[in-house]
Nanobody
Framework: QVEPVESGGGLVQAGGSLRLSCATS???????MGWYRQAPGREREFVAG????????TYADSVKGRFTISRGNAKNTVYLQMNSLKPEDTAIYYC????????????????WGQGTQVTVSS
């Protein structure tokens, strides 16, 4: 398996928290990775990116200060901790593996998971 596998989505009230997980092939243990999301009727948008070591991260302005991306002890696992969730965070969240993190920007590859649904009720 090469494509990432996301988990951890669900239904939560506004102000609540969720933690998404992304497990990938060990081929992605030392590569840059990112999270994206797509809401109904909208294009897929960048959420957060992390470099291969976990030492550098970048976020979309809409989630900065509320979401945290991190790598697990097993470097082929990436997490997205989402706090203070808002109804506008409702979307399918996708993990992307093997992209390029450069100068504060994450450039994705075509390695996408199936996504995990996050629904935030008001």
């Amino acid at each position: 398996q090469v494509e990432p596998v996301e988990s951890g989505g669900g239904l939560v009230q506004a102000g609540g928290s969720l933690r998404l997980s992304c497990a990938t092939s060990k081929l992605f243990s030392d590569v840059d990775m990112g999270w994206y999301r797509q809401a109904p009727g909208r294009e897929r948008e960048f959420v957060a990116g992390i470099n291969w070591s976990g030492g550098s991260t970048t976020y979309a302005d809409s989630v900065k200060g509320r979401f945290t991306i991190s790598r697990g002890n097993a470097k082929n696992t990436v997490y997205l901790q989402m706090n203070s969730l808002k109804p506008e965070d409702t979307a399918i969240y996708y993990c992307n593996g093997g992209g390029t993190y450069y100068s504060g920007t994450y450039y994705p590859t075509n390695y996408w998971g199936q996504g995990t649904q996050v629904t935030v009720s008001s």
